[in-house]
T-cell receptor, first 113, second 112 residues
Framework: DAGVIQSPRHEVTEMGQEVTLRCKPI?????LFWYRQTMMRGLELLIY????????DSGMPEDRFSAKMPNASFSTLKIQPSEPRDSAVYFC???????????FGPGTRLLVL | DAKTTQPNSMESNEEEPVHLPCNHS???????IHWYRQLPSQGPEYVIH???SNVNNRMASLAIAEDRKSSTLILHRATLRDAAVYYC?????????????FGKGTLLTVNP
């Protein structure tokens, strides 16, 4: 079975550029999460969607970050404009319902120069 | 939210059992105890979870203290592939039960 798919796996960009990260959750999963992992702050929840609707975006660091889930099989996390401090590994996770086991994707390693 | 405390690192030898401790003295009565692990350069992976009773699955066992203030993840025979960061997480009760707050975890090193 295909797990959570993320693309790209690696992204290198320059400060000020727009970055779009993509996630395809496991088919049939109704909840989707975006996390960010850095050495300093560890793994943090950015936003949680349930049935394509954002439920909790309290972890989104600032207005430069936005996330969408236009349908059950696709979500994007956009950073515009990007800054060096956004460099991190971004993970997407999905789960059948919010309280069940979360299945994580392989992550996107973002480097903003 | 209730917090967990884990040792920063532990070391084990291959094919020996490993006991990874976790303290959660402020756990509430309905908080579930979850364990995830993260292998190098991969996303976190579910290991096991429980509420009050000890739990077993193909990956590990979870021993929960009677007062629920601590728990232990048991890997019965460590392999090199078990080298990872292990996270002990409490999921809050109620509407925020989706929130998994990852701490620093325990870095497990397995020696051949």
């Amino acid at each position: 079975d295909a797990g959570v798919i993320q693309s790209p796996r690696h992204e290198v960009t320059e400060m000020g550029q727009e970055v779009t990260l993509r996630c395809k959750p496991i088919s049939g999963h109704n909840s989707l999460f975006w996390y960010r992992q850095t050495m300093m702050r560890g793994l943090e929840l950015l936003i949680y969607f349930n049935n394509n609707v954002p439920i909790d975006d309290s972890g989104m660091p600032e207005d430069r970050f936005s996330a969408k889930m236009p349908n059950a099989s696709f979500s994007t996390l956009k950073i515009q404009p990007s800054e060096p401090r956004d460099s991190a590994v971004y993970f997407c996770a999905s789960t059948p319902t919010a309280w069940e086991t979360q299945y994580f994707g392989p992550g996107t390693r973002l480097l903003v120069l | 939210d209730a917090k967990t405390t884990q040792p920063n690192s532990m070391e084990s030898n291959e094919e020996e059992p490993v006991h990874l401790p976790c303290n959660h003295s402020t756990i509430s009565g309905t908080d579930y105890i979850h364990w995830y692990r993260q292998l190098p350069s991969q996303g976190p992976e579910y290991v096991i979870h429980g509420l009050t009773s000890n739990v077993n699955n193909r990956m590990a066992s979870l021993a929960i203290a009677e007062d629920r203030k601590s728990s232990t993840l048991i890997l019965h025979r460590a392999t090199l592939r078990d080298a990872a960061v292990y996270y002990c997480i409490l999921s809050p009760s109620g509407g925020s039960n989706y929130k998994l707050t990852f701490g620093k975890g325990t870095l497990l090193t397995v020696n051949p």
